[in-house]
């Protein structure tokens, strides 16, 4: 069974830092493109990051030069470091895996974590 | 920036057949965009219904089909049930890494 269990969200001030994770089991992060996915309040989805099999990453232009995504294969966790929050990075935020060679097709998700960038 | 485009709302009656559409502020949508679909319920993840246009994903019942119309993509919902009333997301593929979901369509069934 595939299960995706995101973690580390809460309450953070403006400027902030959080380290979100996913931990992962019955898929092998290193082998698949796996994603950061995320809902503001009441707003639909958005796409955050990816991280690709080959270690390569790219992200929404929201979110460049203060989110960094990164994998630990030994633990088989996904993690989303968020720096310089903004009061607009509140929401849920699900982790995803990606069916090889499909970026639009998540098939795995998590049950999200929030995070709440408020003073 | 290029934006996503879905209708906001859309209604459907019980049995009835509903198509739900995905489109660009600038441009049309092709199969190269690889549009996929995802449908929410409150408090829920997204769940994937079709993705690259047209292929289900696993254990989506055939009343789900995705196709191009036009220039949009588009998901038809054929023999509505009272539980299809979510919320339905299609994602594209922009290139160079980049992906943008839409804003989503509210699906009432009544």
């Known amino acids: 069974e595939v299960q995706l269990v995101e973690s580390g969200g809460g309450l953070v001030q403006p400027g902030g830092s959080l380290r979100l994770s996913c931990a992962v089991s019955?898929?092998?992060?290193?082998?698949?493109?796996m994603s950061w996915v995320r809902q503001l309040p009441g707003k639909g989805l958005e796409w955050v990051s990816y991280?690709?099999?080959?270690?390569?990453?790219t992200y929404a232009d929201s979110v460049k030069g203060r989110f960094t995504i990164s994998r630990d294969n030994f633990k088989n966790t996904l993690f989303l470091q968020m720096n310089s929050l903004r009061t607009e990075d509140t929401g849920v935020y699900y982790c995803?895996?990606?069916?090889?060679?499909?970026?639009?097709?998540?098939?795995?998700w998590g049950q999200g974590t929030l995070v709440t960038v408020s003073s | 920036q290029t934006v996503v485009t879905q209708e906001p709302s859309f209604s459907v009656s019980p049995g009835g057949t509903v198509t739900l559409t995905c489109g660009l502020s600038?441009?049309?949508?092709?199969?190269?965009?690889?549009p996929s679909w995802y449908q929410q319920t409150p408090g829920q993840a997204p769940r994937a219904l079709i993705y690259?246009?047209?292929i289900r994903s696993s254990g989506v019942p055939d009343r789900f089909s995705g196709s191009i119309l036009g220039n949009k993509a588009a998901l038809t919902i054929t023999g509505a049930q009272a539980d299809d009333e979510s919320d339905y997301y299609c994602?594209?593929?922009?290139?160079?890494?980049?992906?943008?979901f839409g804003g989503g369509t509210k699906l009432t069934v009544l």
């Open positions: 690259s246009t047209n």
């Open positions: 600038s441009g049309s949508v092709s199969t190269t965009y690889y």
């Open positions: 995803a895996r990606n069916r090889a060679g499909y970026n639009t097709y998540f098939d795995y």
């Open positions: 994602v594209l593929y922009m290139g160079s890494g980049i992906s943008v």
């Open positions: 019955g898929i092998t992060v290193s082998s698949d493109y």
């Open positions: 991280i690709y099999a080959s270690g390569s990453t």
